[in-house]
């Protein structure tokens, strides 16, 4: 049988091509980067979202917050305040046990001593070398010491505030 030229580089092109084939699964080429995701921002507390859906459904807070209330007179803003203060004050003790952080009142003098927790009070004015510190309260802080509120029914979505509300006639 006889070959010609044409086979022959036939061929040692097929060798040519399984050779480099061969080669390049020995170390595959190196993959694309995946695109980095950014990281997802933490949710809410179930809690915090628990109270305020409280305080809306008792004192339709978020409603009067979200109102427009340039239209309104003074009269009229006054009524809801009221009415909102009152609601939102009576869930607000039925639902959380609040205490001050520092005991004393605006205008007080108080020392903040070594190792203060600086989430729970703020050192403000002319801070200048290391606690402690004595200064005046310009405000006593609010810390939660208990929240009463119920967890959600199982698959419910914690961000909803209040429901939409459809009337059938």
């Known amino acids: 049988m006889e070959y010609g030229i044409g086979a022959a580089i036939g061929v040692l092109i097929g060798v040519a091509i399984g050779w480099l084939l061969a080669s390049s699964k020995a170390s595959p080429a ?38 427009d209330l340039q239209a309104a007179s003074d009269q009229q803003i006054g009524q809801a ?43 403000v004015g002319n801070v200048t070398g290391e606690p402690p510190f004595t200064g005046q309260i310009q405000h006593p802080g609010w810390r939660v010491k208990e929240l009463k509120v119920s967890p ?11 429901p939409a509300e459809v009337q059938i006639p």
């Open 152 to 162: 959600l029914p199982e698959r419910a979505d914690e961000f909803v505030l209040q």
């Open 81 to 123: 305040v009221r009415e909102v203060h009152k609601k939102a004050q009576a869930a607000l003790k039925q639902h959380a046990v609040i205490e001050t952080v520092l005991t004393g009142t605006e205008g007080d003098t108080t020392t903040v001593a070594r190792g203060f927790d600086p989430s729970a009070i703020r050192v």
């Open 30 to 67: 190196p993959e694309p980067p995946k695109p980095v995701e950014p990281p997802k921002p933490p949710k809410p507390s179930g809690a915090a979202l628990r109270m305020l859906a409280i305080l809306q459904a008792e004192a339709r807070l978020v409603d009067f917050l979200l109102e």
